[in-house]
Structure formats: C-alpha cells, structure tokens
C-alpha cells in the first residue's frame, strides 16, 4: 500500500469514529462499482448521507474555510514585528495574508478542491446505482457531505472539516 492510500485509509477512518461519536451510524465503508466508489455511507435520523472523504497529510498545517467565507490560517508564520504593528482583531487576517502571498502551491493543501465537477459527476452516479442496488425507497431521504481530514502525522494530530448537504 503506498503513501497516499495509507492517508486515505488513515482519513476515512478518522472520519468513521467522528461520525459515530456524533450519533451516526455507518452502514457501508469503501462501495465500489467499475465507475466509481463510495467512501462512507451512514445513517442518522433516517436520512442517508453520502460522505466522501479527502485526507492530505502534510507539516504545512493548511488554511481551512469556516462556516463564513473566511479564511483561517493557524500556525502561518508571521515576524515578530509584523506581529507587533498589527491589532489582536487583525492578526489573524495578517496570518492568512502571509499564507496567500507565500510562493506554497495553495491547490495542493486544500482536499475539498479535489470534489471538482468531474468528480461530482461521478458521485451522482454511484450514489444512484447505490440506491438501487440496495432497494432504497425513493422516499427516503439522502444527502451528500465531504469530510476533509488535514494529518499532521509528526503531532499525531488530525483536523477534519465536515461540509454537509452539497449540492450533487
């Protein structure tokens, strides 16, 4: 198994227990069909939720969108004295500008970019064949969530970043 896979195990993993602790249960891990594959399917108040997981590890700790547009940067380096000249109300603004005007490939530590249309498109279509194959109602409700899981594998620390009810 190769580096990535492992992060991906590692992630969908993370991303279980996390549910399960939030009352969900899980009923399928890692549905695959020829034309694509379902990371995890749970359950919670009888609504299915479809939930595909992206894991980067990575010693860069990554800028991650609150619920608000944004932007959140924990531990983007800032000088001494750029920390000086700046308010406690703006510095975290000036640790994200610092993060933007680095020359670090920004696409690279963001995993919800890797959810483009493409993949979209794809999803819809497992999540119907899914639906079929496991003879759920068509009354039964469903929705599609990404969790993003950020590693951090030196301080054996993890971040997930739980979007729920996209739109497919």
Known sequence: MGKTQKVGSLGEELVVRFLMKRGYSIRDRNYRRPWGEL???????????????????????????????????STARVSDETKGNVSSETFERGKALVYIRSKIKKDRFRAEDNVNAEKMKRLS?????????????????????????????AQKKAKINFMEDLIL
Not at 139 to 146: A, G, K, M, R, S
């Open 39 to 73: 990371d995890v399917v749970a359950v919670k108040k009888n609504k299915i939720h479809f939930v595909e997981v992206k894991a980067l590890s990575s010693k860069v700790e990554t800028c991650l969108p609150r619920s608000k547009p944004s932007l959140r940067c």
């Open 125 to 153: 279509r497992i999540i119907q064949t899914y639906l079929n194959a496991e003879h759920v109602s068509s009354e039964t409700n469903w929705q599609f969530d990404v969790a993003t899981v950020y590693i951090d594998g």
